[in-house]
């Protein structure tokens, strides 16, 4: 069965940061694309940023900001996010995709992450100003 358990979601003030988790399990990790994806309020989600074995992307709203990383022996991905900012609020949530559908990664990971077949129960950020 595969899962995906998103964890490090929280309540910040603006400039802060936070680190959120996704722990993969029942498909072979490293052969899978994964992404984050965030939702707000009122609004459509949208891809933040993803790893696969042909490197990162970033939304060019986070970039600079949130970095991106992965553990092939832990199965394990983590978006480190400095800098934060209230517009950051939003559901977070991981997903993953077999890295041979996610070509190019940056055109999968800028929609709404429909290319990607497992998600996550997601994670909420709330960040204060």
């Known amino acids: 069965e595969v899962q995906l358990v998103e964890s490090g979601g929280g309540l910040v003030q603006a400039g802060g940061s936070l680190r959120l988790s996704c722990a993969a399990s029942g498909f072979t990790f490293d052969r899978y694309a994964i992404g984050w994806f965030r939702q707000a309020p009122g609004k459509e989600r949208e891809g933040v940023s993803c790893?696969?074995?042909?490197?990162?992307v970033y939304a060019d709203s986070v970039k600079g900001r949130f970095t991106i990383s992965s553990d092939n022996a832990k199965n394990t991905v983590w978006l480190l996010m400095n800098s934060l900012k209230p517009e950051d609020t939003a559901d977070y949530f991981c997903?993953?995709?077999?890295?041979?559908?996610?070509?190019?990664?940056?055109?999968?990971?800028?929609?709404?992450?429909?290319?990607?077949?497992?998600w996550g129960q997601g994670t909420q950020v709330t960040v204060s100003s």
């Open positions: 997903a993953a995709a077999p890295a041979l559908v996610t070509s190019p990664l940056n055109l999968v990971c800028s929609g709404t992450g429909e290319t990607f077949h497992y």
């Open positions: 790893i696969s074995d042909v490197g990162t």
